[in-house]
T-cell receptor
Framework: NAGVTQTPKFQVLKTGQSMTLQCAQDMNHEYMSWYRQDPGMGLRLIHY???????DQGEVPNGYNVSRSTTEDFPLRLLSAAPSQTSVYFCASSLAGGKDTQYFGPGTRLTVL | GNSVTQMEGPVTLSEEAFLTINCTYT??????LFWYVQYPGEGLQLLLK?????DKGSNKGFEATYRKETTSFHLEKGSVQVSDSAVYFC??????????FGAGTRLTVKP
């Protein structure tokens, strides 16, 4: 049981480049979410999904896209990276939504030059 | 909107000292409240939670009580250890999956 996995661990992009951060969970959790962690600001919710085919915006969704085609996977796409998107990104999952215990992945550290 | 405010760090304590990290919240409705802990280089993991007023969450010697009248969820531990050194996050979640985290408090425990 691997829990929540994220790839890559580290990534450097140039402004304007696109990329996808991968997230997968093997706990059959319906709810998955993406956060960014910035110094002094805690974690902020980017997007979340309550099940396959259903996504919704969180607190800071601009510049990010998501889709949920399977229960296991929830990729986060940056279409045109900006330096303001330099951050550590965490994926999380839970059995029954935001009020349930969240299980976090190890994070992806992204730098946009 | 919903928000969480927690005491700024860093906090440095000696081993066996008493720990309090203050957390207050603003929310519509009846949120669930959480404390998550992040060890160096890792993702967050749940430390404890409470889902309704007057509930006490506890784990690994840590405790926090959901106080609706003061909108608080302060984290306490009677005797900290070096292994408790980490960043602690207070968080809330409401019925519509609006999850908010505090800025985090870095705790360092010295032998």
């Amino acid at each position: 049981n691997a829990g929540v996995t994220q790839t890559p661990k580290f990534q450097v992009l140039k402004t304007g480049q696109s990329m996808t951060l991968q997230c997968a969970q093997d706990m059959n959790h319906e709810y998955m979410s993406w956060y960014r962690q910035d110094p002094g600001m805690g974690l902020r919710l980017i997007h979340y999904s309550v099940g396959a085919g259903i996504t919704d915006q969180g607190e800071v969704p601009n510049g990010y896209n998501v889709s949920r085609s399977t229960t296991e996977d929830f990729p986060l796409r940056l279409l045109s990276a900006a330096p303001s998107q330099t951050s550590v990104y965490f994926c999380a999952s839970s059995l029954a939504g935001g009020k349930d215990t969240q299980y976090f992945g190890p994070g992806t550290r992204l730098t946009v030059l | 909107g919903n928000s969480v405010t927690q005491m700024e760090g860093p906090v440095t304590l000696s081993e066996e000292a008493f720990l309090t990290i203050n957390c207050t919240y603003t929310a519509t409705g009846y949120p669930s409240l959480f404390w998550y802990v992040q060890y160096p280089g890792e993702g967050l993991q749940l430390l404890l939670k409470a889902t309704k007023a007057d509930d006490k969450g506890s784990n690994k010697g840590f405790e926090a009580t959901y106080r609706k009248e003061t909108t608080s969820f302060h984290l306490e531990k009677g005797s900290v250890q070096v292994s408790d050194s980490a960043v602690y996050f207070c968080a809330l979640s409401t019925y519509n999956n609006d999850m908010r985290f505090g800025a985090g408090t870095r705790l360092t425990v010295k032998p």
